[in-house]
């Protein structure tokens, strides 16, 4: 499905979280190969510098730091996965509106183009037809370090959650309406499993 641009209007300073930066956002995870049953597992790949807050609607999944991979094992069905990225002192919000399938093993994907305040984010799935991406996946995950939540970050920084929370809850409510919101949308299908034709 082809990625659409709708608008979304919010300024949120770096040093919004920087008071309870005392911990690292994140910590050292196994490598997960398949979902439990009855679920999906949903990999998030950072294959290079730069990173940000993933939230799964209200849920706060973690932080995607630079050359590291996060796993999220979830239930089927319908999610919306926000990436939520601190540049040039702004909050800039990515939603990828997902529908994922039992058994299911998904591969979404951060990179990054020009440097410095020229920095062009792309966040999107890794689809079942594009055969360039999906010959990176084995290579990325070779150099990736696992991670996951970090209890210790996320108690440090309830109250800054809290307010991204209502951030990313309002984003949902007006995307779910069709109201204008500067975000970068795209859309991840069922069918973009890995292998899947």
Not at 143 to 161: F, K, M, Q, T
Request: charged share 20%; glycine share 12%; hydrophobic share 45%.
């Amino acid at each position: 499905m082809k990625k659409r641009v709708v608008f979304y209007g919010a300024a949120v300073l770096v040093a919004g979280v920087a008071g309870g930066c005392v911990t690292r956002p994140f910590q050292p995870a196994s490598l997960v190969e398949a979902p439990p049953a009855g679920q999906a597992l949903v990999n998030f790949h950072r294959p290079a510098n730069g990173g940000g807050f993933l939230w799964d609607g209200p849920r706060y999944l973690g932080f995607l730091a630079n050359d590291s991979l996060l796993q999220v094992a979830t239930v089927p069905g319908e999610h919306f996965y926000v990436l939520r990225i601190a540049a040039t002192g702004w909050m800039h919000t990515y939603v990828i509106h997902a529908n994922v399938a039992a058994g299911g093993v998904y591969d979404v994907v951060l990179t990054t183009t020009g440097f410095g305040f020229a920095t062009d984010f792309h966040f999107g799935p890794v689809r079942a037809g594009d055969v360039e991406l999906r010959a990176k996946l084995e290579h990325w995950q070779r150099n990736e370090d696992p991670v996951a939540l970090s209890p210790e970050w996320v108690s440090r920084n309830a109250r800054w959650l809290d307010e991204e929370r209502a951030a990313i809850e309002g984003v949902i409510i007006d995307l779910r309406a069709g109201k204008p919101r500067k975000v970068d949308f795209t859309e991840m299908l069922a069918g973009d499993r890995r292998g899947a034709r």
